[in-house]
């Protein structure tokens, strides 16, 4: 008896989560069949109509548009820098072990306070950035007063507080290597350059493919930095779809509608994650041919 | 295993995605979140015989408050409550930023979670339609429930009309239940620099068109008269609801302009009419003339700050915003901020915007007997006079705190402030269009301004909110 229940004791925990995770996620697609807001209680049943108000309406092109030239910006710059840095790093030993630690640092503040920061830093009148400038001539720029100065800012941030994640995978990646490999180019008198493009990237892939899956899901969702740092503005140039699902939610209390916007980005997500993963099972298995 | 691999990233994919959708728990509500299921009757027939303060003895009340220097006064004051009348109060207090995403998560989920909670008049406009607030008509007309010495005839009438509404969209304020009641409120005028206006030889605007070349003046001039860094006017700009209703609303209306115009009890769009084009126009190019930098990110709290730190010679705003800077030992700015009515409307208006910290009730309250005797305290001479007095819960609600010497006499240290006050208090009222798509009108709003200011042609950004707000209010 005990030996027939205990595997499945052992799933309990995992399926009552899996349960906590799939409860609200199916209660909030039932949502989305009716036309449920504050102004409406007592909703009727309109099937697809939310889905269909959604797509028809140009705020959302807008907010996907948004987010996704913001997941793109800021996973790409995070990648091309957390990826350099990493190498940097990997290379000279012991300031590498002292820039480790300090480079952890944005990675324990939470983003919206990291948002809040920046958004003081970068006020054009009393932030220290247009302070630092001011020598150069460059002290009056007004950073997020403009469409594509706010959409910048905010990648910068999500690069400040997330390049070093990328790059802490990337290292872990690069000191797990093999030997052997880099061993036997260097006998065969082989370049930095030819054993980086041949060898080290290659075999790295799969690791800077991990931290882009993270980072492109992670910038997809993306709410904190956008909100403290810019509202969505100016006009609705910051607006992603996870601040229009929060607007039309919570704000504007339409909740199947709401609702909606956010059963579309898991979507998106779902399928952006799963063309990801994918290409990573590709990536991982040329990388085993390459360490032979 | 092959496929277990596949099936593990399957897996992986999955949930990674699921954490998409935050919203979906937070959203948790359920249908018929709706309030007052118990019949039509309201809980304030049930309340007979004299009136006592010690009727529900013992009873604890919980209340919602927000982070307010009103509120503090509450706070300060809530053992003479509980002295009164044995009930005790149990509160939470939330800074502003997510006091409303707390108040309406927990009223739309059907809870009964707190019985009494600060809101504003828009709120209503809100909360009123589902039967979320419970209507404190039938217990201010109860003379059971009600203490004689509230006299209701004392609150200034205006504001005790801006809670009081028919839950009909387009319909006016004034008519209808009491959903609110009015507590603490603030009145939109312009406070300004004394120093600054004195060295530059200026006077406070007494039209917009003056208003908007003050402003440019006060930054061209102002840096080089030893006002490092000063500009002209500090207004609201994030992307907000709450940057239409002050200082822009105020002038808006009293250029005798309107949001919507309701015909047939429908409601049309109004911002977009060539009056309000060109008006907004002009507010846009006086926050580029003479606003400060960074202004899509200015909330009241920039606003204010700028100008107890000496970097805005003047505020359209909340008189409180000002305030708060020009007590003495506040700001570098305090003992040099005076206050005016600010500008008129080309007749001669002086139509006003408030805000009110009003006071609510839970409609799915089941103590609400106690909860109505935490209101009318709370509302009542006695503790708005003593938080006027010995806290800085300034203009009041009621006429008797208004007329009071020791209040007046408190109060006189400001320049302007009083006369300021007289000037516009019977002129100040909400002059928006009452319907449940506020917040999203004038967050849209908002975001329109933002684009004109950032060089859009403000005619086809208007038309284009128009458009879709008709949609919205339909």
Redesign the interface.
Same mark, same amino acid.
């Given at each position: 008896m005990r030996r027939t229940l205990r595997p499945y004791l052992l799933v309990v925990p995992a399926l009552l989560l899996t349960c906590g995770i799939l409860y609200p996620f199916g209660l909030g697609l039932y949502y989305t069949l009716f036309d449920f807001s504050a102004a409406k209680p007592q909703p009727d049943l309109v099937r697809w109509e939310n889905y269909r108000a959604v797509f028809t309406q140009d705020a959302f092109w807008n907010s996907a548009w948004v987010t996704v030239l913001y997941a793109v910006g800021a996973a790409g710059a995070e990648t091309v820098l957390g990826v350099s840095v990493a190498l940097l790093l990997h290379r000279s030993s012991r300031v590498g072990r002292i820039l480790e630690k300090i480079l952890i640092l944005p990675l324990m503040i939470a983003p919206v306070i990291a948002a809040i920061i920046w958004k003081l830093m970068l006020q054009p009148s009393v932030g220290v950035v247009n302070h630092l400038l001011e020598p150069f001539g460059l002290g009056g720029v007004q950073w997020t007063d403009t469409p594509t100065g706010a959409l910048l800012s905010s990648i910068a941030v999500d690069v400040w507080v997330y390049t070093p994640f990328v790059a802490i995978l990337a290292l872990a990646g690069l000191r797990s290597l093999p030997a052997s490999p880099f061993e036997a180019a260097a006998v065969d008198g082989a370049g930095w350059w030819y054993t980086f493009r041949r060898l080290t990237l290659p075999m790295l892939w799969p690791y800077v493919l991990v931290a882009v899956i993270f980072r492109f899901m992670d910038s997809l969702k993306v709410f904190d930095i956008i909100y403290a740092l810019t509202e969505g503005g100016p006009g609705d140039s910051t607006v992603v779809l996870q601040i229009r699902a929060y607007l039309e939610a919570i704000r504007f209390q339409r909740y199947s509608f709401g609702i909606s916007y956010t059963i579309v980005l898991w979507a998106v997500v779902y399928l952006a994650a799963t063309v990801l993963v994918r290409h990573l099972g590709r990536i991982q298995r040329k990388a085993a041919e390459v360490s032979g | 295993m092959d496929r277990h691999?596949h099936d593990r990233?399957?897996f992986? /994919?999955?949930?990674? /995605?699921?954490?998409?959708?935050?919203?979906? &728990?937070?959203? *948790?509500?359920g249908? *018929?979140? *709706?309030g007052q299921s118990e019949g039509d009757g309201s809980a304030a027939d049930d309340v007979t015989g004299a009136f006592d303060w010690k009727r529900e003895k013992g009873t604890t009340v919980k209340a919602l408050l927000n982070k307010h220097p009103y509120t503090d006064a509450l706070i300060a004051d809530l053992t003479s409550f509980t002295d009164k009348t044995g009930i005790e109060v149990t509160y939470d207090v939330f800074p502003e930023d997510n006091y409303f995403?707390k108040l309406?998560?927990d009223l739309?989920s059907g809870r009964a979670s707190y019985d009494v909670f600060m809101l504003g008049a828009y709120m209503v406009w809100?909360?009123g339609?589902?039967?979320w607030l419970e209507d404190l008509g039938p217990w201010m007309r109860n003379a059971s429930a009600t203490a004689a010495e509230w006299d209701r005839a004392d609150f200034f009438p205006n504001l005790l009309q801006a809670g009081q509404w028919s839950l009909k969209a387009g319909a006016p304020l004034g008519r209808g239940g009491q959903y609110a009641l009015p507590w603490g409120w603030e009145t939109n005028v312009v406070a300004y620099n004394t120093e600054v206006f004195r060295k530059l030889g200026l006077k406070p605007a007494e039209s917009f068109e003056e208003l908007r070349e003050l402003a440019g003046v006060i930054k061209k001039r102002a840096p080089g008269a030893g006002f490092d860094?000063m500009y002209g006017i500090a207004v609201r700009g994030?992307?907000?609801w709450a940057t239409i209703h002050p200082g822009f609303m105020t002038m808006y209306a009293r250029n005798g302009l309107r949001d919507f115009t309701v015909e047939g009890g429908k409601l049309s769009p109004a911002m977009n009419s060539p009056r309000a084009v060109a008006f907004t126009e002009d507010w846009a190019a006086m926050v580029k003339e003479g606003g400060?930098? &960074?202004?899509?990110?200015y909330t009241w709290y920039q606003c204010s700050s700028d100008l107890g730190a000496r970097?805005a010679g003047m505020l359209f705003d909340a008189d409180t915003a000002a305030y708060f800077q020009a007590v003495e030992g506040a700001s570098p700015a305090s003992g040099k901020i005076a206050f005016h009515p600010g500008p008129k409307g080309p007749d001669g208006s002086l139509a006003t915007n408030m805000w009110i910290w009003s006071l609510g009730m839970n409609a799915r309250s089941r103590r609400k007997s106690a909860g109505w005797l935490f209101l009318q305290w709370a509302t009542g001479k006695e503790h708005l006079r003593r938080a006027a007095l010995t806290h800085h819960h300034i203009d009041p609600v009621r006429k008797s705190v208004s007329q009071d010497p020791a209040y007046r006499n408190r109060m006189r240290h400001l320049p302007g402030f009083l006369e300021t006050f007289e000037t516009v208090v019977d002129r100040t009222r909400i002059q928006f269009t009452p319907q /449940?798509?506020f917040?999203?009108a004038t967050?849209s709003w /908002?975001?329109?301004l933002?684009?004109i200011?950032?060089g859009?042609s403000a005619r086809s950004v208007l038309d284009g909110l128009a458009g879709d707000l008709r949609e919205k209010v339909r």
């Open positions: - | 691999v990233r399957r992986l /994919a999955l949930t990674g /995605a699921l954490s998409a959708a935050p919203l979906l &728990s937070a959203c *948790g509500a249908f *018929g979140g *709706g995403d309406t998560v739309s809100q909360y339609p589902p039967g860094g994030s992307r907000s400060p930098p &960074s202004w899509t990110s970097k /449940a798509q917040f999203d967050t /908002a975001a329109a933002q684009e200011y950032g859009k």
